[in-house]
């Protein structure tokens, strides 16, 4: 009940391609839906966030979209660049503070 | 703002030693969330403290670990009698009121524990 599972668990994509990240969850009670980026040696930075009220954000290159009743969200980042590459995490809460976090996508962008 | 501030970086301790990870919020920040990531794994949250109160420790162990964020001076967690389970990465984050869906919240670089 307090999973969120992601997949894949890594993904090469070329310059220029589309990157995308699922993850599932099964607590109707998440209320809130972040994706975080995190590069190596690094803490992992906020890079986009959705609630369950809408289906689709978008912020450059970076979109979510929410599907409510499949209990499933994505990241997709359009015109992947090399500076992309990272690790990519995406999480849920109910308490805006105690976020449960999939296991997380290692991303490659091939130059 | 130099932003949130973990040390040390990297920390050794042998089996059964004492570890301490100290967090310093960015300023302005009263609110101090505490998660584990253990390694090809997401992070896990652990606790959340305000300026002398623990708030919420679910997500501790209930023997060897405690935290304490006092009036003055950084945050520490604390994990005793340390065993070669706790090696993983210590994540410390700030946000200026409840909650890391705060935009102004964000983590530190992390502390990297090694138990050998």
């Known amino acids: 009940q307090q999973q969120v599972k992601q997949s894949p668990q890594s993904l090469i994509v070329q310059k220029g391609g589309i990157s995308i990240i699922n993850c599932a969850y099964e607590n109707t009670a998440f209320d809130y839906f972040p994706w975080y980026q995190q590069f190596p040696g690094k803490g992992p930075a906020l890079l986009i966030a959705i609630r369950p009220d809408v289906s689709e954000k978008k912020e450059g290159r970076f979109t979510i979209s929410f599907n409510k009743s499949a209990k499933q969200f994505s990241l997709h980042i359009m015109d992947s660049q090399p500076g992309d590459s990272a690790t990519y995490f995406c999480?849920?809460?109910?308490?805006?503070?105690?976020?449960?976090w999939g296991a997380g996508t290692k991303l490659i962008i091939k130059p | 703002n130099a932003g949130v501030m973990q040390n040390p970086r990297h920390l050794v301790r042998r089996r059964g030693q004492e570890a301490r990870l100290r967090c310093s919020p960015m300023?302005?920040?009263?609110?101090v969330y505490w998660y584990r990531q253990l390694p090809e794994e997401g992070l896990k949250f652990m606790v959340y403290l305000q300026k002398e109160n623990i708030i919420d420790e679910s997500g501790m162990p209930k023997e060897r670990f405690s935290a304490e964020f006092p009036k003055e001076g950084p945050s520490i967690l604390r994990i005793q009698q340390v065993v070669r389970g706790d090696s993983a990465a210590y994540f410390c984050?700030?946000?200026?009121?409840?909650?890391?869906?705060?935009?102004?919240?964000?983590f530190g670089q992390g502390t990297r524990l090694t138990v050998v």
């Open positions: 300023k302005g920040h009263s609110h």
């Open positions: 999480a849920a809460s109910k308490e805006n503070y105690q976020l449960i």
């Open positions: 984050a700030s946000s200026p009121q409840q909650g890391l869906e705060d935009t102004e919240a964000f």
